[in-house]
């Protein structure tokens, strides 16, 4: 359940930025805090899911905004 929950969250949050590379890394960032939920294990896979899903979306995919740091 976690896991299902951990993808959804990364695949819905990660594509803040216009760039690959923003969103990969706000991608690990969510990734990483929802991954708390599970522990050290869930940290690392949160962190690797969210990344993941950051750089291989198009800002097209999915559009939440203007990231605040930019």
Do not use: E, H
């Amino acid at each position: 359940m976690k896991i299902i929950a951990l993808g959804a969250a990364a695949l819905l949050l990660t594509a803040c930025g216009t760039t690959n590379s923003s969103r990969g890394l706000s991608g690990a960032m969510i990734g990483a805090g929802v991954g708390m939920l599970g522990g050290p294990i869930g940290v690392g896979a949160g962190l690797l899911i969210g990344a993941g899903t950051g750089i291989l979306t198009d800002a097209d995919d999915f559009n939440l905004g203007k990231p605040i740091w930019d």
